[in-house]
């Protein structure tokens, strides 16, 4: 069974770098099938997905963040990871890890996900 | 990027009743839509992949449609567990996005 498990500080001053962490049990990032996600979600519910990272260390961001956001892997630790810096309020959120799948060539569904850890921005 | 709407916000139920979930997106998406249902405290987990897929584990009473602009999820019969948040998501263009959700109350 695929678990994945997010962990990092809960606060995080303005300005400053949000570091997160994703730990991946029950599978190897190394399987290039699938893909490594952040998708974050506010406080009024929405959801957003940030970016992803391959196995190679190949990332892929979303434009509205890619200046702020670098995302790595560290395969021997089976751990994926995420740095956004610059944090505003705006970055308060529950930040979710996700595995998506590779089929073929196309970037397929998100499944599963962690539970979520949130990161307040606030001094 | 595209939009995906979904409406209402909230919808209200009686357990054993059939409820039925809408998501509009701006653009055709094609069939590349899926369906996550999330409980509190929990991340989201996959129920239909690609308009009208279960995903494994998934029991029978959900069921997805639509393709290009319109889709539809459809719980049969609603047990206890059900009532939740339903958000669609659509992988047809970068950056994939996701719907604000559906929150599906007791009645």
């Known amino acids: 069974q695929v678990q994945l498990q997010e962990s990092g500080p809960g606060l995080v001053k303005p300005s400053q770098t949000l570091s997160l962490t994703c730990t991946v049990s029950?599978?190897?990032?190394?399987?290039?099938?699938?893909?490594w996600s952040w998708i974050r979600q506010y406080p009024g519910k929405g959801l957003e997905w940030m970016g992803y990272?391959?196995?190679?260390?190949?990332?892929y961001y979303n434009p509205s963040l890619k200046s702020r956001l670098i995302m790595s892997v560290d395969l021997s630790k089976n751990q994926f990871s995420l740095k956004v810096n610059s944090v505003t309020a705006a970055d308060t959120a529950v930040y979710f890890c996700?595995?998506?799948?590779?089929?073929?060539?196309?970037?397929?569904?998100?499944?599963?996900w962690g539970q979520g850890t949130l990161v307040t921005v606030s001094s | 990027e595209v939009v995906l709407t979904q409406s209402p916000a909230t919808l209200s139920f009686s357990p054993g009743e059939r409820a039925t979930l809408s998501c509009r997106a701006s653009?055709?998406?094609?069939?590349?839509l899926a369906w996550y249902q999330q409980k509190r405290g929990h991340g989201p987990r996959l129920l239909i992949y690609?308009?009208?897929n279960r995903a494994t584990g998934i029991p029978a009473r959900f069921s997805g449609s639509g393709s290009g602009t319109d889709f539809t999820l459809t719980i049969s019969s609603l047990e206890p567990e059900d009532f939740a948040v339903y958000y669609c998501?659509?992988?047809?263009?970068?950056?994939?996005?996701f719907g604000q959700g559906t929150k599906l109350e007791i009645k």
């Open positions: 998501q659509q992988r047809s263009n970068w950056p994939y996005t």
């Open positions: 653009q055709s998406v094609s069939n590349y």
């Open positions: 690609d308009a009208s």
């Open positions: 996700a595995r998506g799948d590779i089929v073929g060539t196309e970037y397929s569904w998100f499944d599963p």
């Open positions: 990272v391959y196995y190679t260390g190949s990332t």
């Open positions: 029950g599978a190897s990032i190394r399987n290039g099938a699938y893909y």
